[in-house]
């Protein structure tokens, strides 16, 4: 072998080239997350979400990222100003927002990589290395922002339901 560090995940780089190959590609991802759930009454929730996730893909620095989510809902349908509307069965607000990561890269996209360069050494065809790709030491999480606000409807017993939703979702640090 031209390089030692391969050990036997590529066979392919031996010196005497062959039809055996071998590869090794190891991750790792790992997640915590912690929500808390509030009810007034059947006509106020609230909901606060943070997940911190860890990918060993992404740069030393860049590894960990943070995704905290925040919603908020009135059941105004509950509240005793509508309650004397019959054709109404159920009206809520609801209000989100959110960041949500995305790791979707393949592995070692961070580190300078190399790969197999075979070439001729006088007469003879010999195994050799190339660098096919270059650090990034700042490739990190993809976050989408999302924004969502809306109202909830039912009416006439049940007959029709429906809601109406607003939101926006912005990317940011897309991975390709």
């Not at 349908?77 to 309650?83: D, G, K, R, V, Y």
């Not at 070692?108 to 050494?121: E, T, V």
Request: glycine letters at 10%; charged letters at 20%.
């Amino acid at each position: 072998f031209v390089n030692d560090d391969y050990l036997w995940h590529n066979l392919g780089a031996a010196e005497i080239i062959g039809s055996p190959e071998s590869n090794l590609n190891e991750w790792n991802l790992v997640s915590y997350m912690a929500r808390l759930n509030y009810n007034y009454n059947g006509k106020y929730y609230l909901t606060a979400t943070g997940r911190r996730d860890g990918y060993s893909g992404f740069a030393e620095n860049k590894k960990y990222g943070f995704f905290p989510s925040f919603a908020a809902a009135w059941r105004i349908s509950s509240e005793s100003f509508l309650q004397d509307i019959p054709w109404l069965s159920d009206l809520k607000l609801r209000a989100s927002y959110g960041e949500l990561g995305n790791q979707a890269v393949g592995t070692f996209r961070s580190l300078a990589r190399l790969g197999l360069a075979p070439h001729i050494f006088g007469e003879e065809l010999t195994a050799g290395l190339r660098v096919t790709s270059l650090p990034n030491s700042d490739l990190g999480w993809e976050t989408t922002k999302t924004l969502n606000i809306a109202t909830d409807f039912c009416v006439l017993d049940g007959r029709i339901s429906g809601n109406i939703e607003n939101y926006d979702a912005r990317t940011h640090d897309i991975l390709l």
